[in-house]
């Protein structure tokens, strides 16, 4: 089959070396693809950058094209945002006609018309949803009205993915619509076995991902100014808006560790040596009703003791992860269940490698295809 793949994504090495680029996101969309090509589609890439790209990487990614044969390309914002997006569907109609089916990661501004395009051109158009805030959730008016577009542009694909069940709410009653939380590549899966250990001296507790409000990362930070004990050590990584509150605490207190933004081998190696993995994402903030955390999936596959705050659809996860409440005192509430609970370890390895295998993504991506 071939397919059409809109995204934001890039090379982990560049994903690396920008700060406006989503690690998760990027992740995602880049093992999606490289999963369907291991099944023997044909896969073309249009990539939309938003975020600031300095030459160096720019030259790197136009290399990348040249590489590819033209079946990737990446599209820049220019400072006439209407040239740029105008640029992008020439990008998308020189391939159109040579695919069966189009995908796009979110529904970003510089797509909104992909459906009714693939109407016109009689391709079937799939819409995965990772994340989605009503124009409740936005306070200016531009906003709202791009949140209203986003939402009539997601009710004319053929078929939408949701990372979250609350995405099913927001279509038309006939459209078709898929759950899917996310997926496990084989290769991350593989890098992980149970390691026997004694009751650790410290705990290290590991964060990694945005660093902002909306993922819980001020609720962590204050959590560790209430927790006394000194037999756990925190380390977050990552980048975002909260970057200076992580660094400035790291300084205060010892028992925090803020060792920036990683490559994938240094992610891998952390998460290697990692004894929690926390997910303190913030519930009570509106946008987050229509998100999955991804990193849900990567934690499942390392087989470590998960802490969570309660996200849309957690009872899935019940037996997998030990869930909190979206507040500092169920936090603090959440690491002191866990340290009792350390015997469990190897338990919820079994149970979380179990799981995680059910998120494998070729099996996924053969049951969105499968259903279109």
């Known amino acids: 089959m071939k397919i059409l793949f809109c995204g934001t994504m890039v090379p982990d090495n560049v994903e690396y070396q920008t700060k406006g680029i989503s690690a998760a996101g990027s992740r995602f969309q880049n093992n999606m693809i490289k999963n369907m090509r291991e099944l023997g589609h044909e896969i073309y890439q249009c990539s939309f950058l938003a975020v600031p790209i300095t030459s160096k990487i720019r030259t790197s990614l136009e290399n990348e094209v040249k590489i590819e044969d033209n079946k990737v390309q990446y599209i820049f914002k220019e400072r006439n945002v209407v040239a740029s997006v105008i ?129 819980g990362v001020d609720l962590l930070l204050e959590v560790m100014q209430r927790v006394s004990r000194q037999d756990i050590k925190l380390v977050i990584t990552g980048k975002g808006p909260l970057e200076k509150e992580v660094r400035k605490a790291s300084m205060v207190d010892t028992r925090i560790c803020y060792k920036g933004h990683l490559t994938y081998e240094e992610y891998m190696e952390q998460l290697q040596n990692a004894d929690v993995l926390i997910n303190p994402r913030n519930m009570n903030i509106p946008e987050n009703q229509n998100n999955f955390p991804s990193k849900i999936m990567e934690y499942l596959a390392t087989g470590k003791v998960i802490l969570s705050t309660r996200f849309v659809g957690w009872e899935k996860f019940e037996e997998n992860i030990i869930f909190c409440e979206s507040s500092v005192d169920g936090i603090k509430r959440g690491i002191e269940i866990i340290i009792r609970k350390w015997g469990d370890r190897e338990l919820y390895y079994m149970l979380n490698r179990e799981k995680a295998k059910q998120f494998e993504w070729k099996e996924q991506i053969r049951k969105v295809l499968g259903n279109t």
């Open 87 to 215: 640029k992008y569907y020439k990008s998308v109609l020189k391939v159109i006609k040579n695919v069966d089916i189009i995908i796009c990661y979110n529904i970003v501004y510089a797509w909104l018309l992909l459906p009714y395009l693939a109407k016109c051109k009689r391709k079937k158009g799939i819409a995965i949803i990772a994340d989605y805030s009503d124009s409740i959730s936005y306070k200016g008016i531009i906003s709202k009205l791009y949140a209203k577009f986003q939402l009539w542009s997601m009710r004319r694909f053929d078929t939408v993915v949701g990372l979250s069940a609350n995405i099913r709410s927001k279509l038309k009653k006939k459209q078709k619509f898929i759950l899917m939380e996310g997926g496990i590549d084989q290769a991350f899966y593989d890098a992980f076995s149970y390691q026997a250990r004694r009751q650790p001296s410290p705990y290290i507790l590991m964060y990694s991902g945005l660093l902002s409000q909306v993922t």
